[in-house]
């Protein structure tokens, strides 16, 4: 009997459990029906047209890719979702994936080379940083476009979300180790311009000159990779942006649609009434908010009575801040109720807090004025003392 090999990794150790059976290499699924399908041997002749449901491999497919997402195996998840890009080619998430372990692996992969080489006799700098800073910047930042492009194609907006957010955490997160990577280059380049410069050249105004011009080109290196890697970040905060604002139109333009076909549908007896309702609710919101800041002024009227001895400036300026606030809230409300004469007793407590702060400033100024004349008068006693003993 042929035995059965999994599609997702060719693993042949698969285990029958409650009803289906599981590859204990990647954990793949399969029904019985389809490990049966997978034991036929010899071939199968089909005429006419022949559909194939791909979806129960995807699925596994997704799972394992996923998987090894998750538990950061890159080699793994680059596998699969190279495989996965194949079979669905126009889904965000391989796309994105496929681009991003690629990146990943070649940072991993690379090896530091020697930052300086020898030509005619003096020491130059060979501008080798580790190769895979580049590669993975240009897989990740080349991929973006039609990454995004593919997430706007997206109808469901928590689902658009959600991928949205992963992009930005995953790309977020490699800027932060690339920006580590790029400093700690820059750091080793800059140790072994030192070490070989020293080694190389006698003279020390020259040796000096050698550095300098080797320092800032390695330092223009670092600031251009840093600049890639800022460029990265930017495309994807702006397409994230561009995403959020089409939402935001599409939901308000959906809502001016709905809006437009329920007053339609309304006789003009229940627009009037609608509208009615509208202003009962505009009036109720507007009451509810001038209670809440009339509320406000009250516990703070109560707190500033108790603070009255205060002697601390930014404990006036916390104050006033307070009522400033505040008088700016009932402002709005224009001559609505009480609101005109609220705000006039929150301004009234601003200028009690100016006052009391230009009075303790003043103090503090008479007191820092008698400590600085007793210190002269101090050092000039010393200074009379000392030519009298002398």
Not at 91 to 102: P, V
Not at 121 to 131: C, D, E, H, Q
Not at 203 to 219: D, P
Not at 339 to 350: F, G, P, R, T, V
Request: some cysteine; charged content about 30%; overall charge negative.
């Amino acid at each position: 009997m042929k035995r059965i090999t999994c599609e997702m990794c060719g693993g042949t150790d698969l285990v029958k459990k409650e009803g289906t059976f599981e590859c204990q290499s990647c954990g793949s699924k399969y029904s019985v029906e389809e490990a049966r399908k997978m034991m036929v041997e010899g071939t199968v002749e089909v005429t006419g047209k022949v559909t194939v449901d791909n979806s129960a491999k995807l699925d596994n497919l997704y799972k394992v890719a996923r998987r090894a997402h998750e538990d950061g195996n890159t080699v793994q998840a680059a596998k699969y979702y190279e495989q996965l890009q194949l079979e669905d080619p126009d889904n965000w998430e391989t796309n994105f994936y496929t681009a991003y372990y690629s990146g990943i692996n070649s940072l991993k992969n690379d090896n530091p080379g020697s930052s300086v080489r020898f030509s005619g006799g003096k020491v130059n700098l060979s501008y080798n940083y580790r190769s895979g800073i580049s590669s993975c910047i240009r897989a990740i930042y080349n991929s973006l476009d039609t990454v995004f492009s593919l997430i706007e194609d997206i109808q469901d907006y928590d689902e658009q979300k959600a991928a949205i957010n992963a992009v930005e955490e995953d790309v977020m997160y490699i800027s932060s180790s690339l920006m580590d990577i790029i400093e700690g280059e820059h750091q080793r380049m800059k140790s072994e311009i030192s070490h070989f410069v020293d080694e190389t050249e006698d003279n020390v105004l020259f040796s000096a000159m050698t550095k300098s011009t080797m320092g800032g080109k390695n330092n223009n290196i670092r600031d251009d990779y840093r600049q890639d890697v800022s460029s990265m970040v930017s495309l994807v905060k702006k397409r994230k942006n561009r995403i959020e604002e089409i939402e935001t139109n599409r939901r308000y333009e959906e809502e001016k649609r709905r809006e437009k076909e329920y007053w339609d549908s309304l006789s003009e007896e229940a627009r009037q009434e609608v509208l009615r309702k509208r202003e009962e609710e505009v009036q109720r919101k507007r009451e509810e908010e001038y209670y809440n800041a009339v509320k406000e002024l009250d516990e703070g009227l109560k707190q500033f009575e108790n603070a009255k001895d205060m002697s601390s400036v930014s404990e006036y300026e916390k104050i006033q801040r307070f009522y400033s606030t505040l008088a700016n809230k009932f402002d709005t409300f224009g001559n609505f109720k009480d609101a005109m004469e609220m705000s006039k007793k929150c301004h009234s407590k601003i200028n009690f807090c100016m006052q009391e702060k230009e009075k303790i400033e003043a103090k503090i100024g008479k007191t820092n004025l008698w400590i600085l004349l007793i210190f002269i008068l101090t050092i000039v006693f010393f200074a009379i003392l000392f030519s009298i003993i002398s």
